[in-house]
């Protein structure tokens, strides 16, 4: 046989061998992954807000009448003892008043007694006594108020506290009422007010428990309650605003410090909580999270990020069949891919 036709008979057998050959097919893909069981658990999830802390009794004193004031003894910021003298009015107007209503005070009352004795002689009318009487009366009242004023021409501290605020400052003009001071009783109860919107401010009732972090203090986690819930919302900011009372720190406070508060209803629901890295592709409140399936392959299921409590994510939504979810290599994963559950 010649060269070239042995050839050809060679490449025809081997031709044919190759196409009865099996076809090799490659192994489905299998990921390496860590499970974890979960179950539906009844939380309470906090709410969120930031407030000021300050004392738990403010008030603005001033003085009862107007004057120039004459003498201001603290500074602000200042520790004062209760019945400190704080400040004063110039006297010299009230001084006199006082003077005017005692000597009018003086007349009358010899004018009544000049009537009394003509009455009883029946020399003056019964209404001429009752008038001296009433007039009588009347002057007594104007020294009362006289001196009442001249009382309350300085202002003393009402108890233990600071000066939060000092409004005015000596030889100034002020009028009656106008405050003078803020001032804050010196003790260990505080409050902190915050602010709410209003899809929070329902699951809000007096009485919840709530943890609060201070800038001043870092890392340092303070207890509290909610003392009260506002009814309406604050013009200026359209929140509605809680005040909650802060329980005995040991630590120094202020007026003015600010405090990221955690406020946690009592009223609770139902989620699972599971590790923030297990849900995927989410978007916003939406995610989804992989179940273990009996044939070890995973589902997908859409799930509701309700929040998100530390390094944990609370959801809820068509979770009725999850018993086991994927927590590592969720990333990796699609939906009805076989995985190996390492341990």
């Not at 060679?10 to 061998?17: D, H, K, N, R, Y």
């Not at 009362?144 to 400052?169: C, E, M, W, Y």
């Not at 509605?240 to 040991?250: H, K, P, R, S, V």
Request: charged share 20%; aromatic share 6%; with cysteine.
């Amino acid at each position: 046989m010649k060269p070239t036709k042995l050839f050809l008979t060679l490449i025809i057998l081997i031709s044919a061998g190759c196409r009865n050959e099996p076809v090799k097919t490659s192994e489905p893909e299998v990921i390496n992954v860590r499970v974890l069981q979960v179950e539906p658990q009844a939380i309470s999830i906090p709410v969120h807000a930031s407030g000021i802390i300050s004392s738990t009794e403010e008030m603005k004193l001033s003085f009862k009448t107007g004057g120039i004031v004459a003498m201001i003894s603290v500074k602000e910021g200042e520790q004062v003892k209760r019945g400190e003298i704080l400040a004063t009015l110039n006297l010299s107007e009230i001084n006199a008043q006082v003077n005017l209503a005692f000597k009018g005070y003086e007349k009358v009352l010899r004018d009544y007694t000049r009537t009394k004795n003509l009455y009883a002689d029946t020399v003056a009318t019964l209404e001429q006594m009752q008038n001296a009487a009433t007039a009588l009366d009347v002057a007594k009242s104007n020294l009362d108020i006289a001196r009442f004023n001249l009382t309350h021409s300085k202002i003393t501290a009402p108890d233990n506290g600071r000066i939060l605020k000092q409004f005015v400052r000596s030889n100034e003009l002020v009028a009656s009422g106008y405050p003078v001071f803020l001032f804050g009783t010196a003790g260990k109860n505080w409050k902190i007010k915050a602010g709410l919107s209003d899809k929070d401010i329902i699951k809000i009732n007096p009485g919840d428990s709530a943890s609060v972090a201070i800038d001043a203090y870092p890392g340092v986690k303070f207890t509290a309650f909610v003392e009260q819930v506002g009814g309406m919302s604050n013009p200026l900011t359209g929140t509605y605003d809680i005040e909650l009372a802060l329980n005995d720190t040991g630590y120094r406070l202020a007026t003015g410090f600010v405090a990221g508060v955690e406020v946690f209803p009592l009223h609770k629901e139902t989620f699972f909580l599971v590790s923030a890295g297990s849900v995927v592709e989410a978007n916003g409140h939406a995610g989804y999270i992989y179940s273990l399936t009996k044939s070890m392959t995973v589902k997908k299921i859409r799930v509701e990020i309700t929040a998100i409590i530390g390094q944990q994510a609370a959801i809820k939504g068509n979770c009725d069949s999850i018993s086991t979810i994927v927590t590592e290599g969720a990333a990796y994963l699609r939906d009805g891919v076989k995985v190996n559950v390492m341990k």
